[in-house]
């Protein structure tokens, strides 16, 4: 039972462009919301993440959206680059600290100079 | 700091071999995870230590798979008797307050 669904699997994006990425998930005990960027040969690293008290949060270029009633929420990357390029995992946490975290099963992100 | 250090960087073994994978957390963090990631079933929390006593095992996918954390620096992942379904990047993480961090990985090939 995959408990947090990501798509797409793959997202081509022109240089400047807006990526989206989307994930859902069914669990309401989940509260803590983190997406992960993962380059080639490295391991994922934190790249930004929202509790459901805001529907929003930004940094830098990107933001996440969060729309508790509906239980989605997605990554929004502005002024794409193509340094960019990279897999997206959303994942989740339940109440109580995230030492559950539970994955998406990631989206790999082109960003075409 | 040096971040999460994982060893080896790559493990290539024959299936029926023990394998142990290892992981240095980062100094001052009380919580330690093990990861298995395949391109079918994703990234998978196999077992997770809090002041080095294992929490939570229930991702453990059989009883060949161990894992121990004798001190705060350091951690082992042990398959035995390894099969080529064990192929897959292990990644280990560290958590000081809230946020994990992995370290590199080990790619695990069993023929």
């Known amino acids: 039972q995959q408990q947090v669904k990501q798509s797409p699997q793959s997202l081509i994006v022109q240089k400047g462009g807006i990526s989206i990425i989307n994930c859902a998930y069914e669990?309401?005990?989940?509260?803590?919301f983190p997406w992960y960027q993962q380059f080639p040969g490295k391991g994922p690293a934190l790249l930004i993440a929202?509790?459901?008290?805001?529907s929003e949060k930004k940094e830098g270029r990107f933001t996440i959206s969060f729309n508790k009633s509906a239980k989605q929420f997605s990554l929004h990357i502005m002024d794409s680059q193509p340094g960019d390029s990279a897999t997206y995992f959303c994942a989740a946490a339940e109440q109580g600290g995230s030492e559950k975290l539970v994955f998406g099963k990631g989206t790999k992100l082109t960003v075409n100079p | 700091d040096a971040g999460v250090i994982q060893s080896p960087r790559h493990e290539v073994t024959e299936m029926g071999q023990e394998v142990t994978l290892r992981c240095k957390p980062i100094s001052g963090h009380d919580y330690l995870f093990w990861y298995r990631q395949t391109m079918m079933r994703g990234l998978e929390l196999l077992i997770y230590f809090n002041n080095n006593v294992p929490i939570d095992d229930s991702g453990m996918p059989e009883d060949r798979f161990s894992a121990k954390m004798p001190n705060a620096s350091f951690s082992t992942l042990k398959i035995q008797p390894s099969e080529p379904r064990d192929s897959a990047v292990y990644f280990c993480a560290s958590r000081g307050f809230y946020e994990q961090y992995f370290g590199p990985g080990t790619r695990l090939t069993v023929t």
């Open positions: 929202i509790r459901p008290d805001v």
């Open positions: 669990n309401t005990a989940f509260d803590y």
